[in-house]
């Protein structure tokens, strides 16, 4: 069946615009994670979904990213006010129900490059 | 918080060889223990992953081992191809959290 989709597969904004990045999950999936990949460094988690409602938002670096999911389903990331130092690719995950031992399946993940 | 330490970061062998890549961890609640492969351009993918209560797991040429006394855990490739080269991460997850916290990687590259 169908994986994890991301879009765009690359983003390239100017310094200071907002972006906004799609994540579409595994149906049936409940649970989904947004990470980031810095270059040469793992993976840096930034915020879980439970459905709709998002119970850790602890990674998010600052208040000009934010998150959210509707109808269970599509998730979208913003950036505003984009910097430099946000260039990274964009992780998404999903897993069935979020617990314990969930396998969490990742998508191709999305460039985003800040001039 | 929980955090993973992975070593080698790059590890070269020769094809037929064994690769070997170890992990630890600070959290002794982690509890669940993945290991994903990156190919240039696209994400993580899930190869083998290891529950708190099982020593080892197997997967053909694949296997990982846990030492929960010790915290640390280490993935096993044998009989590498130069498919296998990629990037290779562990991770560890809490019993009490949601994330997964990932190593730095490690890129394996198999010679022919």
């Known amino acids: 069946g169908a994986g994890v989709s991301q879009s765009p597969s690359n983003k390239v904004t100017e310094k200071g615009k907002d972006v906004e990045l799609r994540c579409d999950p595994i149906s049936g999936h409940t649970a989904l994670y947004w990470y980031r990949q810095s270059l040469g460094q793992g993976l840096e988690f930034l915020i879980y979904?439970?459905?709709?409602?998002?119970?850790?938002k602890s990674g998010l670096p600052s208040d000009r990213f934010s998150a959210e999911r509707t109808g269970g389903s599509v998730s979208t990331l913003t950036i505003q006010r984009t910097q430099q130092e946000d260039s990274a690719v964009y992780l998404c995950?999903?897993?069935?129900?979020?617990?314990?031992?969930?396998?969490?399946?990742f998508g191709p993940g999305t460039r985003l490059t800040v001039l | 918080g929980e955090n993973v330490e992975q070593h080698p970061s790059t590890l070269s062998v020769q094809e037929g060889d064994s690769a070997v890549i170890k992990c630890t961890y600070s959290d002794s609640a982690s509890n669940y223990f993945p290991w994903y492969k990156q190919e240039l351009g696209k994400g993580p993918q899930l190869i083998i992953d290891?529950?708190?209560?099982?020593g080892e797991k197997k997967d053909q040429r694949i296997a990982v081992t846990l030492n929960k006394t010790a915290k640390h855990f280490s993935l096993h490739i044998t009989e590498t191809q130069p498919e296998d080269s990629a990037v290779y991460f562990c991770?560890?997850?809490?019993?009490?959290?949601?994330?997964?916290?990932f190593g730095k990687g490690t890129s394996l590259l198999v010679t022919p």
């Open positions: 995950a999903s897993s069935v129900e979020g617990s314990g031992a969930d396998t969490q399946y």
């Open positions: 979904f439970q459905g709709n409602s998002a119970p850790d």
């Open positions: 290891i529950r708190s209560n099982v």
């Open positions: 991770a560890a997850r809490s019993n009490s959290g949601y994330a997964l916290n």
